[in-house]
């Protein structure tokens, strides 16, 4: 029902920058929470930030002042500005949307995954 698709995604010095995209489609209802994750190999999927439909964002305490995430609503989409990349934030990246659905059953869907890679 619902299609995530990121972008953006690639290799980068420590210190540089990158911007996620990621473009939704499909049957979006209006209570959401979108969102980014990330993964390390052998390591579980972490949770990097998140932004409600109010507009409220949260962040793990590693990327606090260094990422932003932004949505646009008009083209339904969401974004990930990642500065002052540091080698640990080397992973892949998922796109997340969470969303609630006739029934009150919530529903998540994932992206396909973009790879973030930090050299030192």
């Known amino acids: 029902q619902v299609q995530l698709v990121e972008s953006g995604g690639g290799s980068v010095q420590a210190g540089g920058s990158l911007r996620l995209s990621c473009a939704a489609s499909?049957?979006?209802?209006?209570?959401?929470?979108m969102g980014w994750y990330r993964q390390a190999p052998g390591l579980q999927r972490e949770l990097v930030a998140t932004?409600?439909?109010?507009?409220?964002?949260e962040y793990t305490d590693s990327v606090k002042g260094r990422f932003t995430i932004s949505r646009d609503n008009a083209k339904n989409m969401v974004y990930l500005q990642m500065n002052s990349l540091r080698p640990e934030d080397t992973g892949v990246y998922y796109c997340?949307?969470?969303?609630?659905?006739?029934?009150?059953?919530?529903?998540?869907?994932w992206g396909q995954g973009t790879q973030v890679t930090v050299s030192s």
């Open positions: 997340y949307r969470g969303q609630r659905a006739h029934g009150d059953v919530w529903r998540d869907y």
């Open positions: 499909g049957s979006l209802f209006s209570i959401n929470l």
């Open positions: 932004l409600t439909a109010s507009g409220k964002k």
